[in-house]
Nanobody, 123 residues
Framework: QVQLVESGGGLVQAGGSLRLSCAASGRTFMSNAMAWFRQAPGKEREFVAAVSWRDGRTYYADSVKGRFTISRDSAKNTVYLQMNSLKSEDTAVYYC????????????????WGQGTQVTVSS
């Protein structure tokens, strides 16, 4: 089993920055990719960004391109999400996820999920 633990959420003013971390433990050597998703109140969960565990390629939702950066530290089994120029519409619970199998769609196929961390952006 894989365990994912997120941290780094909090309250920030619009235009500010936060960095989320996701520490993975368990059988992480089998990982294909890790990603961040978010869910705002009353809305469905949505894909934010993903990173290939093997070669570090990254993928982003259009809504965060140019503002968010996903990265991984293989030695620490940790994935980060640097969020800059935050907007009120970024307010959500952010979830880390990991998948074992490769698919052509980087926003689907995730097998393990963290408990989530709240990000609140005040305007």
């Amino acid at each position: 089993q894989v365990q994912l633990v997120e941290s780094g959420g909090g309250l920030v003013q619009a235009g500010g920055s936060l960095r989320l971390s996701c520490a993975a433990s368990g059988r992480t050597f089998m990982s294909n990719a890790m990603a961040w998703f978010r869910q705002a109140p009353g809305k469905e969960r949505e894909f934010v960004a993903a990173v290939s565990w093997r070669d570090g390629r990254t993928y982003y939702a259009d809504s965060v391109k140019g503002r968010f950066t996903i990265s991984r530290d293989s030695a620490k089994n940790t994935v980060y999400l640097q969020m800059n120029s935050l907007k009120s519409e970024d307010t959500a619970v952010y979830y880390c996820a990991e998948r074992i199998r490769s698919t052509s769609n980087w926003s689907t196929g995730y097998d393990y999920w963290g408990q989530g961390t709240q990000v609140t952006v005040s305007s």
